[in-house]
């Protein structure tokens, strides 16, 4: 599926949000602007990303996690 403009907009705003806020921004384990986690959501636009939430003890959130599930599904494949 392919997203506008507008999405990755709203998308780019709601994770400066988060790092305003204190939240821990990583992308596959690595440390991430919000622009560099919209860039890479735009060059894999088949949606390959997945989200992880993690809270604190208090429930609070402590760090998004952006996980490319197309990399981690080829590493799962064993050749026979």
Same mark, same amino acid.
């Given at each position: ?6 999405a990755y ?7 400066? !949000?988060?790092? !305003?806020?204190? #939240?821990c921004i $990583?992308?596959?384990?690595y440390s991430?602007?919000?622009?560099? #986690? #919209? *860039?890479?959501?735009?060059? %894999? ?14 429930? %609070? $959130?402590?760090? $998004? ?6 990399? *981690?599904? *080829? ?6």
């Amino acid at each position: 599926m392919r997203r506008g403009k507008a999405a990755y907009e709203q998308m780019y705003a709601e994770l400066e !949000k988060y790092e !305003k806020n204190g #939240v821990c921004i $990583l992308m596959d384990g690595y440390s991430a602007s919000p622009m560099q #986690v #919209v *860039r890479a959501h735009m060059m %894999r636009e088949n949606g390959s990303y997945m989200r992880d939430y993690e809270m604190n003890s208090e429930g %609070r $959130l402590e760090a $998004l996690s952006f996980i490319n599930i197309n990399r *981690r599904r *080829r590493k799962n494949i064993q050749p026979q």
